[in-house]
């Protein structure tokens, strides 16, 4: 009775993770060792692949809160979304991801949006009437500390 219960559990594991090919041997065809050998086996790897995502995870979240990274998003202050990041054309909901919430909004119905950012000294995004980014001019480096 206790062998059909592990080849039922070793057929459960192996169809959640995927693999067919062994799903379809009975335990009377792999001795038990073996078996526990194949399935420590793979525990290790999913164990390893567990700790490469949550490092994955960490590398991301460190790089959108570190204040160094050059494309943090949501700061206006860094000079390096202004002068690498920043595009002609981006939309509004782009631009919003990538300085965060403007201080001022200047809107001009025929001509587009003007955004401050650091207002009154800092910088400004000019938006076309279609909503898209159409020039800007970046804060003055006192801004930027």
Known sequence: MKVKMLSIQLIAVVLLMGEASISCLQAEEIPIE???AVLESKVLYLEQQINDLKAQIG???????????????GIWKNQANWRYELKK??????VLALMGEPDKVDVYSLIGDKWHYGYPSGGTISFSASGYVDMWSEPSPDEFK
């Open 34 to 36: 073996k078996r526990v």
């Open 59 to 73: 590398n991301m979240a460190e790089r959108k809160t570190s204040p160094n990274n050059p494309t943090h998003r």
């Open 89 to 94: 054309g981006m939309t509004k909901q782009e």
